[in-house]
């Protein structure tokens, strides 16, 4: 503690960034300062603390600076290292889904339409969609009143067939040369109106086909009409009078209870209410302003930047529209409503952050028993060093020794990571030899210790292998010939659910109700079907055949019953032992037995 009062004396009065350390050096918060001196030192004195900053500092051993050249540098840069190292104490926006918008593709020569999640500067796009009227459904009215294209053929000299959404009166067929360039320019027109917003047209031509074909006694397609009609009345209804349609503005507000933490964003285009959603927030940071800049930043690195973000009157207004400018090369204003209809907004978003914080509460504590507190009991029931923040999982995945793979799957503090799960296609093992596939399997992982890829591959906490004592023991071969010390290694039996350590004889028995166990079963079942997915992939490249007359009592002429029947390996491998049963020949005796060879090879 001394050489850490003598190092809190030694800080700068720059901005900068500060990245705080516990005892194993793991990296547990980042945060950034306009004033490095001042910032950091507040931790360390002051009044009593909120619990959530109480506990991070008690971890606290130590901490390194880096000095910005301004504050926005400083933004930028804890951005970066947030990302990198996933700190337990920041903010971790964990739902990393966008929305879908329409895209208009501006840049052809006959523009078509489509419908993507990410945002690049090569169109027009319409959205974002959050609820109510689904994208697919507008894009479909669109093509009916417009005739405006969503394939993206090429549209050239030559004039191709006419497809079927040209005989459904869903495009005007330019492909086929069947309209020219101005008039399906027009059309382009009519609908980008019509994605703004503007919807008297289309209503008048929705009416007007429901008449026609109800008078021609087509009452299935004016029913469809009276459908369109009924989604454009929703679209209408969303529409905020007392807004100006010109703006285009997410509403956000962030609520606390000192210990966890909730976001509600509201989204308005062209003046209409495309949706809301709220996010819970486990890892609420230390100061207001700080969790819903952290939360902003995360956000928006998933989600299209809109011209005005409405939000708290504590938000760091000037940094933050300098960091989009710079960031994101766009000019974003951030305003703080205090009347009118934006007020009434903002105090909507209010009241969802409030209500969905309190009605999941139970459901983040209970979420928090299952990750975090899974993992300190883990600690404590198995006497690891550490607590086991990265824990990495491997499983192997063959048929008889063909198409071997190797799955790595990553949990951080309890929770799935999936953008870090990665593949290994078996390359030095012949047959079907699971400990010395585990054995390539982890020593190129622990390769890259060390190397400029521990970027991409940072060290775990923890090793858990799918399988028993056999396997661990030939996995702790590799660490001891690596020289790895100080990387725990565990490995879970399958049958008993018994967990194996280096510094034991016998097995662990965890009470099947413990929440460390189910951890462990979590990404245990997750290594097992992130593994055999893969072998799927590259199975379907071989032949169907080849597997089958491995299984006894499965010759020529029921294989081909079952290859008639199922198809391909990922059908027989989902099939029931009744819908095996079915295929000619095969029988419940034999369709059980079909079903445990795949079984025990997988």
């Keep these: ?34 004033v490095l001196k001042n910032r950091v030192r507040q931790y360390f004195h002051g009044d009593e603390k909120p619990e959530k900053v109480a506990a991070m ?42 929305y879908p918008y329409i895209k208009m593709h501006t840049k052809e020569a006959y523009p078509y339409l489509s419908i993507t999640r990410k945002i690049k500067k090569d169109g027009k796009y319409f959205g974002p969609f959050m609820g109510g009227v689904r994208c697919k459904d507008i894009l479909e009215m669109v093509a009916m009143l417009y005739n405006v294209r969503t394939c993206k053929v090429t549209v050239g000299e030559k004039p191709k067939r006419p497809c079927l959404e040209y005989h459904l009166h869903r495009c005007s067929g330019p492909c086929a040369h069947e309209c020219s360039q101005e008039e399906y320019a027009e059309q382009v027109k009519k609908a980008l109106r019509f994605l703004d917003g503007e919807y008297e047209e289309a209503e008048e031509i929705l009416k007007q086909k429901m008449l026609f074909f109800a008078q021609k006694e087509e009452f299935e397609i004016a029913m469809n009409y009276r459908e369109k009609l009924g989604m454009l009345s929703a679209l209408k209804q ?87 400018l710079v960031a994101a090369d766009k000019k974003v204003e951030i305003t703080f409503a205090k009347q009118g209809v934006k007020k009434e907004l903002f105090a909507m978003a209010e009241r969802n952050a409030a209500e969905y914080l309190a009605k999941n509460i139970e459901k983040i504590k209970h979420k928090d028993d299952m990750t975090k507190r899974a993992c300190e009991r883990l600690q404590s029931l198995l006497g690891l060093k550490r607590y086991p923040r990265r824990m990495e999982c491997y499983d192997i995945s063959n048929i008889s020794g063909v198409d071997k793979v190797a799955s790595m799957v990553v949990f951080i503090d309890g929770e799935a990571d999936r953008t870090s799960y990665r593949r290994f296609k078996i390359k030095t093992v012949e047959g079907a030899n699971d400990f010395a596939s585990l054995q390539e399997t982890l020593r190129r992982r622990l390769q890259k210790l060390g190397t400029d890829e521990e970027f991409k591959f940072p060290k775990p906490d923890l090793v858990i292998i799918d399988g028993g004592k056999g396997q661990l023991s030939a996995v702790q071969e590799i660490f001891s010939g690596m020289g790895v010390s100080d990387i725990e290694l565990i490995s879970l039996a399958k049958r008993e659910e018994e967990v194996f350590t280096l510094d034991r004889e016998d097995s662990v028995k965890i009470p099947h109700t413990d929440f460390a166990l189910k951890m462990l079963q979590r990404i245990r079942d997750e290594a097992h079907r992130f593994a055999i997915s893969y072998f799927r992939n590259l199975h379907s490249k071989r032949n169907l055949a080849s597997i089958l007359q491995e299984i006894e009592g499965v010759g020529a002429k029921k294989q081909k019953a079952l290859m008639q029947k199922f198809s391909t390996l990922d059908k027989i491998l989902s099939a029931s032992v009744q819908e095996l049963a079915q295929a000619e020949g095969i029988g419940e005796e034999l369709a059980q037995r079909i079903k445990t060879f795949f079984e025990e090879k997988l």
Aim: aromatic content about 8%; some cysteine.
């Design 238 to 324: 969303k529409r905020l009078t007392a807004l100006n349609r010109d703006i285009n503005a997410d509403i956000i507000s962030l609520q606390s209870n000192g210990l966890y933490a909730a976001a509600s964003v509201l989204v308005t285009r062209k003046g209409i209410m495309q949706g809301g959603k709220s996010y819970a927030l486990e890892d609420a940071s230390l100061e207001g302003k700080d969790a819903l800049t952290a939360f902003l930043l995360q956000y928006y690195a998933r989600h299209q930047l809109p011209e005005e973000i409405i939000t708290e009157a504590y938000c760091e207004k000037a940094l933050l529209e300098e960091y989009f």
């Design 57 to 98: 500092v008690a971890n606290i051993v130590d901490f390194n600076y880096i000095v910005c050249a301004s504050e926005s540098d400083a933004l930028s840069l804890e951005n970066t290292l947030i990302k990198k190292y996933k700190p337990k104490y920041n903010i971790l926006l964990k739902d990393d889904k966008t």
């Design 1 to 34: 503690m001394n050489a850490l009062r003598e190092k809190l004396k030694l800080l700068p009065d720059s901005p900068g960034v500060y990245i705080m350390l516990d005892k194993d050096g793991a990296v547990i918060y980042v945060g950034k300062a306009r």
